[in-house]
């Protein structure tokens, strides 16, 4: 059984930086992708940003450029550092895995106010 664990969320200024921690457990097959979705009030999920265990990356256009994904590979962890944040990245993240099958955290909330 995997799990992940989110952390670091919170209440941030715009023009703020956070940073989001995600820590698998469990039985992880070595080959996978971890990434970072969110979910605002009443929009779908979308894509934040995703790393290979290679290190390859891919970002969402929305975030290009504030954003920046990275993973510790002997801790099973991948970060989201999140820099010039905006109201409209106000969300739901939600930690993501993709090795044999697919795995979620159970969200962290960032609020950015204006």
């Known amino acids: 059984q995997v799990q992940l664990v989110e952390s670091g969320g919170g209440l941030v200024q715009a023009g703020g930086s956070l940073r989001l921690s995600c820590a698998a457990s469990?039985?992880?097959?070595?080959?996978?992708?971890m990434g970072w979705y969110r979910q605002a009030p009443t929009k779908q999920r979308e894509l934040v940003a995703t790393?290979?265990?290679?290190?390859?990356?891919n970002y969402a256009d929305s975030i290009k450029g504030r954003f920046t994904i990275s993973r510790d590979n002997a801790k099973n962890t991948v970060y989201l550092q999140m820099n010039s944040l905006k109201p409209e990245d106000t969300a739901v993240y939600y930690c993501?895995?993709?090795?044999?099958?697919?795995?979620w955290g159970q969200g962290t909330q960032v609020t950015v106010s204006s």
């Open positions: 993501n895995l993709k090795a044999l099958y697919e795995h």
């Open positions: 469990g039985t992880i097959f070595s080959i996978n992708v």
């Open positions: 790393i290979t265990n290679l290190g390859s990356t």
